[in-house]
Structures are given as structure tokens and as C-alpha cells.
């Protein structure tokens, strides 16, 4: 079974700065996909950003990017200038390429907070 | 992407009752999916709800405790039966629209 390993129960960082969320998986699959979502304290799961293992090139979304080392299973989610409105948990999730949709393993979460 | 939209927010509810959490979704969609985060905790998958077929639960979830309607391609409830404390948590629901699933706002419930 697949696992999902978030190795950072809290992170903090300050306004306008970079920070690196880490996570690795564990599968013996060679397609699939990998999701960060933003959870803030309304509790609302928000997509951040989705990278296919097919794809060598690692996805971007405005400030959010992601560093994706297939060989090292390793999927870490880069804020960059930071803002207020980025404080929340973070969860990183993995899905298999033949379950579409479904069968999320989502990862422990880790807590970021925003220094101002 | 799709809007959910989840009724109650929050509940308070004392043990031994029950709640049914409404999900309604603004367009079709084939599958839906319950969730259930304990405080503190990441997100545990209580079941898949597909239209036209009976809810497929996951290890540890049974229909008689978290039984599941899904009469139609936008809507869908989750039952908490005969609940007790420990089924304080935030209940989920969520739909899988090209391979993502995305999140309705969640419910909140305190059992007292």
C-alpha cells in the first residue's frame, strides 16, 4: 500500500520570505499523481497544486511550486513570498494513475504559520 | 472546478443521537466521497458514494454507524448513528471531477 510521509509537524515562516514543505511516498507504481492542499482554519480543503509523475517538469502555480524527485519519491511544496493568508495545514497527497479520482492517501499535514 | 456547498457548518449534539450531513454539489458529477478528520489529524476516507450503486465503505467504517444516501448525480448524505464522543470530528465530503477531488467546507461536529 501506498504511504505518504510529511516529516514536518510545524514550519514557520516570515512574511515575504521562502519556505519548503517537505514530502516524500512510498509506491511501487510507476504512474500516479501527487497533490498539495491548503487547508486554512475555515477548515476548507483548497487545491494548491497537482504534478503527473509522467511529467518531468515540475508544476507551478503563481508563488506555489513544487520539487518533484521521482527517484527519490520525494514531492516538496516551495511558498514563495509568503504571505498572511498562506498560514494553514498542509496536506500532501498521492493517487495511483489507475484510480481516477479516487483512493486519495493523504499525508499527516504539516502546520505552516506566517510571521508577520 | 465544482462548488459544494455542506449543511450544517457545525453541530452540537448529545451521544446516543443521530446526524445526517447534507452535500450538495452544483453540477453532476459521478463520484462523491466522505471524509472524516479527527482533531488534530489528517483526512481518514469513510466511504465512496456512486450514483446507482451502494456506498463502498472502507476498513473500519460499517453502514450501520455512518449509513449514506446518493438519490441523485448532485446530492448526498452522511448518517452519524447512535453517536458518542469519539465521533467528534470534521466530516467531509468531496467530489472527483478529471482525476482531483476537490472539497466541500466541511461540518464540525461536537458530541456531548
Known amino acids: 500500500a501506498q504511504t505518504v510521509t510529511q516529516s514536518q509537524p510545524e514550519m514557520s515562516v516570515q512574511e515575504a520570505e521562502t519556505v519548503t514543505l517537505s514530502c516524500t511516498y512510498d509506491?511501487?507504481?510507476?504512474?500516479?499523481?501527487l497533490f498539495w492542499y491548503k487547508q486554512p482554519p475555515s477548515r476548507q480543503m483548497i487545491l494548491v497544486i497537482r504534478?503527473?509523475?509522467?511529467?518531468?517538469q515540475n508544476a507551478t502555480e503563481n508563488r506555489f511550486s513544487v520539487n518533484f524527485q521521482k527517484a527519490a519519491k520525494s514531492f516538496s511544496l516551495k511558498i514563495s513570498d509568503s504571505q498572511l493568508g498562506d498560514a494553514a495545514m498542509y496536506f500532501c497527497?498521492?493517487?495511483?494513475?489507475?484510480?481516477?479520482?479516487?483512493?486519495?492517501?493523504f499525508g499527516p499535514g504539516t502546520r505552516l504559520s506566517v510571521l508577520p | 472546478s465544482a462548488v459544494i456547498s455542506q449543511k450544517p457548518s457545525r453541530d452540537i449534539c448529545q451521544r446516543g443521537t443521530s446526524l445526517t450531513i447534507q452535500c450538495q454539489v452544483d453540477?453532476?458529477?459521478?463520484?462523491m466521497f466522505w471524509y472524516r478528520q479527527q482533531p488534530g489529524q489528517s483526512l481518514t476516507l469513510i466511504a465512496t458514494?456512486?450514483?446507482?450503486?451502494?456506498?463502498?465503505?472502507e476498513s473500519g467504517f460499517v453502514i450501520d454507524k455512518f449509513p449514506i444516501s446518493r438519490p441523485n448525480l448532485t446530492f448526498s448524505t452522511l448518517t452519524v448513528s447512535n453517536m458518542s464522543p469519539e465521533d467528534s470530528s470534521i466530516y467531509l465530503c468531496?467530489?472527483?471531477?478529471?482525476?482531483?477531488?476537490?472539497f466541500g467546507p466541511g461540518t464540525r461536529l461536537t458530541v456531548l
Open positions: 468531496s467530489v472527483g471531477e478529471r482525476g482531483t477531488q476537490y
Open positions: 509506491t511501487s507504481e510507476g504512474d500516479y499523481y
Open positions: 504534478q503527473e509523475a509522467y511529467k518531468q
Open positions: 497527497a498521492y493517487r495511483s494513475a489507475d484510480n481516477y479520482g479516487q483512493n486519495f492517501v
Open positions: 453540477s453532476q458529477v459521478t463520484m
Open positions: 458514494a456512486n450514483q446507482g450503486s451502494e456506498a463502498t465503505y
